[in-house]
């Protein structure tokens, strides 16, 4: 049990201190290191997040741990979203842009009907 507090108490000061780095000021090396994760990707916060987080809960799987290491594993999930984008990941492919200019450059204009008649 007393290791996976002190686990969990690292964990939590780890996340304070590359999410919040303005708390953690005053120590000297704590700077560069917060500077260095702020320029990292979002799919690698993502992947850091979610796997730290999971050592706690296979220390011992309690509520509390649940609790505290899942909100730092909904942190690295929404980092995973942040990296898929807007769009989902899904780049355009030369077939859309291919159909896209065909239905702009038709001249025949898609008639549309109400349902009802």
Same mark, same amino acid.
């Given at each position: 049990?007393?290791?996976?507090?002190?686990? %969990?108490?690292?964990?939590?000061?780890?996340?304070?201190?590359?999410?919040?780095?303005?708390?953690?000021?005053?120590?000297? *090396?704590?700077?560069?290191?917060? $500077?260095?994760?702020? $320029?990292?990707?979002?799919?690698?916060?993502?992947?850091?997040?979610?796997?730290?987080?999971?050592?706690?809960?296979?220390?011992?799987?309690?509520?509390?741990?649940?609790?505290?290491?899942?909100?730092?594993?909904?942190?690295?999930?929404?980092? *995973? %979203?942040?990296?898929?984008?807007?769009? *989902?990941?899904?780049?355009?492919?030369?077939?859309?842009?291919?159909?896209?200019?065909?239905?702009?450059?038709?001249?025949?204009?898609?008639?549309?009907?109400?349902?009802?008649?």
């Amino acid at each position: 049990m007393c290791r996976r507090d002190s686990f %969990v108490r690292c964990l939590g000061f780890l996340t304070m201190v590359l999410e919040a780095p303005l708390c953690c000021q005053f120590f000297d *090396g704590l700077d560069r290191l917060a $500077n260095w994760i702020g $320029n990292l990707k979002y799919i690698y916060k993502a992947i850091l997040y979610c796997v730290l987080s999971i050592f706690p809960m296979m220390l011992c799987f309690e509520l509390t741990t649940v609790f505290g290491s899942g909100l730092i594993f909904v942190t690295g999930a929404i980092y *995973g %979203v942040m990296a898929l984008g807007k769009k *989902g990941g899904q780049a355009k492919r030369p077939d859309d842009v291919e159909m896209n200019q065909r239905l702009t450059e038709s001249e025949e204009p898609v008639a549309t009907t109400p349902e009802g008649t």
